[in-house]
């Protein structure tokens, strides 16, 4: 593991430690507030909480399409992964090492180019020969 490694996953682990700690100063703050207003009651007093109806059978779900449920843990899980492949280095693979006809390397496909470029460059001045190298248009192709 390199130093890049470690304090990606020190970083990690604090910013879990961070979003844990504000959560639970956030319950606690709500659970004195709770506690709070019971002791305000008149004594005698019940609360009743209210009623939670439930849908009936064959209630249409998400805006009316039952199966879009499954789009959100999808995506959850999508983005889960996406972030633990940012947190741990990966990045796109696009014009990285390996790919493109130029080998390896992240200039593959503009060595591949530029070596193209010249071998094209130096056929055409060899179809010229000696005598034709002023003139211009394209070279006598008989």
Do not use: C
């Not at 199966?67 to 992964?81: A, G, T, Y």
């Amino acid at each position: 593991m390199n130093g890049r490694t470690i304090l990606n996953l020190v970083l990690g682990a604090l910013i879990v430690l961070v979003l844990a700690g504000i959560g639970i100063g956030i319950y606690n703050a709500g659970v004195s507030q709770g506690i709070s207003q019971a002791a305000t009651l008149p004594e005698g007093t019940t609360v009743v909480a209210p009623v939670g109806y439930g849908y009936g059978y064959g209630h249409p779900g998400f805006f009316g399409f039952g199966f879009l449920w499954i789009l959100f843990p999808i995506f959850f899980f999508l983005l889960l992964f996406g972030l633990a492949r940012a947190a741990f280095g990966g990045g796109r693979r696009w014009g990285g090492s390996g790919w493109g006809p130029g080998g390896h390397g992240p200039n593959g496909w503009h060595e591949e180019r530029e070596r193209r470029m010249a071998e094209y460059h130096q056929r055409l001045h060899d179809q010229q020969g000696g005598g034709d190298a002023g003139r211009s248009g394209p070279p006598n192709q008989s």
